[in-house]
């Protein structure tokens, strides 16, 4: 099948903070080159959806007069609060001097990612980068010499069966001099270009959480702008899982509330939006929810291994930015100012890359070079211990460790911390556990799967081939029903996966219309069987403000 083809000197994949950076920083540089971002999303920031605590200083150096030019940054941090949550009525409020160094926000911002990636989209566009939403890039493109050549968009108009409808229109083939790939956690083009060129190789294996959000509109005199609370504790502590959880004060008696799962827990009964659920009854989060107005629900993935997970970014033929590599910085619990720091990284890689050899299609190993002299190597590096310290010794005594790194030695002790376990390896069989009986949900503070998912507006073509694909049919029964009791039932925050029981016995169902993209089953499933791929383009959430 023939496809159409056009030419960059760089294209983007990915709308998200650190694509646009990247194609921002490059205009800056050279007015002149040529630069496409590619975005599956209907339009930029649909897809996106983050906390989300902003520090600006990645932002400060991109575009120093963002002020004036209207970045939605409305919000500074009032105040911050930390608890450890013991049940749904019992917590104990930390001090601030009990609160890790890195936790602490002065001077940030509570804003919404997806209002700034459509300010940023702005700006991008005004300085000349094309942007193509609603386009997934679903294939990587080699040339001969095994050197990236750029991606396809996936082809339009397929049924269910593969085969093409009236409708059919084929993707486009997008060359690059260089292709940057910032596709988010567990980008699908980024997991097979890591295991193509063995970019993991020497680093620890990554690791993951499940982050689900919803915003709330609350009463006007429950509202305090500006105020941040974090926790950490009750529910997950229940059931021997890690995580923490948020309420950020927004504008408007808006909150954002949510509970960030950590994907290496055990129990395979283990709902992490049940968990959620349960969390907004504890008492310190209940006082600001009670009648006030859920307004839209969301879920994501969070790469937070930090930099003992990093792979090699660099292959012939591009980079991998932002958390498609996994820059976040887990102790700051932040990684917006960290995608958009290493996606400007890239782009000075690339420029430099270009003016040298304007063919392109060199491993810019110079970008490890660049990295290890910024201010991200060095603040990823301070923070190396923060998540490992969490995993080896839990939430308690792995605080404390933490506390006594950053507050007392700044984050600058002289061994590293490493936790070499992946999250799926972690899942034990059923038979070691109990069921958890979770409680229906009332209406008021819980919800369903289902109404959670109509509030995040999500839709796909109904007739297309299924994204979420099983690469062997038969370990959906044979193991993970029979050994697992079915964990993608709960793991999953959209209600995708459904067991079925027939005469014939147990079916697995995957209604992928519900799917919020949020990559946990590509993650969490215990023998690697599910493959997360995108589907038509413009599928998916459609985030307003997330």
């Known amino acids: 099948m023939e496809r159409e083809a056009m030419e960059y000197d760089v294209v983007i994949v990915g709308a998200g903070p650190a694509g646009l950076s990247a194609a921002i920083r490059l205009k800056q540089l050279n007015s002149e080159l040529s630069v496409m971002v590619l975005e599956k999303g209907s339009e930029v920031g649909a897809h996106i959806l983050s906390g989300a605590l902003f520090e600006s200083r990645a932002l400060d150096e991109l575009l120093p007069d963002w002020q004036a030019l209207g970045a939605p940054l409305q919000t500074p941090v009032s105040e911050d609060q930390v608890y450890l949550y013991r049940s749904a009525t019992a917590a104990v409020k930390l001090p601030a001097f009990a609160v890790p160094a890195p936790m602490h926000n002065t001077g940030n911002y509570i804003i919404s990612l997806g209002s700034l990636c459509r300010w940023l989209g702005e700006q991008a566009e005004a300085l000349g980068v094309e942007i193509f939403p609603g386009f997934a890039a679903a294939e990587l493109l080699y040339h001969d010499d095994a050197s990236v050549k750029g991606v396809a968009t996936g082809d339009l108009g397929r049924d269910k069966h593969g085969e093409p409808k009236d409708n059919f229109q084929p993707g486009l083939e997008l060359h690059a001099k260089y292709t940057l790939f910032a596709e988010g956690a567990r980008g699908q083009l980024g997991k097979e270009l890591i295991a193509r060129f063995d970019l993991a190789a020497g680093a620890t294996a990554q690791h993951y959480g499940l982050g689900i959000k919803e915003l709330w509109e609350i009463e006007a005199a429950k509202h305090q702008a500006g105020l941040v609370v974090h926790g950490a504790g009750w529910p997950l502590s229940e059931h021997g899982a890690t995580g923490g959880s948020f309420l950020y004060h927004l504008a408007d008696n808006q909150v954002a509330v949510g509970l960030i799962a950590d994907l290496n827990y055990a129990n395979p009964y283990l709902s992490p939006f049940e968990e959620f659920q349960r969390f907004k009854s504890q008492a310190q989060i209940k006082k600001y929810l009670e009648g006030g107005k859920r307004l839209c629900y969301g879920a994501r993935a969070i790469t937070k291994g930090g930099l003992n997970s990093l792979p090699k970014q660099s292959f012939p033929g591009g980079l991998l930015i932002g958390c498609d590599a996994g820059t976040l910085n887990f102790a700051k619990i932040k990684g917006i100012h960290t995608a958009m720091k290493s996606a400007m990284l890239a782009a000075e890689t690339v420029h430099t890359a270009l003016q040298a050899d304007p063919e392109g299609r060199s491993d810019l190993v110079a970008y490890e070079q660049n990295f290890k002299a910024s201010w991200l190597y060095a603040e990823l590096h301070q923070a190396r211990n923060f998540g490992p310290a969490l995993h080896k010794f839990g939430t308690f005594a792995g605080g404390a460790f933490n506390w006594i790194e950053h507050n007392l030695f700044g984050g600058r002790m002289f061994f590293t911390l490493k936790d070499e376990s992946s999250d799926h390896e972690q899942l034990q069989p059923a038979a070691s556990h109990q069921p958890i009986q979770y409680a229906r949900p009332d209406g008021v503070l819980s919800f369903d799967r289902l109404s959670s998912v109509f509030i995040s507006n999500t839709a796909h073509e109904e007739e297309q081939p299924v994204h979420l694909q099983l690469l062997d049919s038969s370990k959906a029964i044979s193991v993970n029903f029979n050994e697992y009791a079915s964990p993608e039932q709960r793991y999953c925050p959209a209600g995708v996966y459904e067991i079925v029981e027939e005469a014939a016995g147990p079916r697995l169902q995957i209604n992928a219309s519900n799917c919020?993209?949020?990559?946990?089953?590509?993650?969490?499933?215990?023998?690697?069987?599910?493959?997360?791929?995108?589907?038509?383009?413009?599928?998916?959430?459609?985030?307003?403000?997330m």
Request: with cysteine; glycine share 14%.
């Open 516 to 545: 919020v993209h949020c990559k946990t089953c590509d993650i969490k499933d215990p023998t690697q069987n599910i493959r997360w791929v995108a589907p038509e383009g413009g599928g998916g959430p459609n985030y307003p403000n």
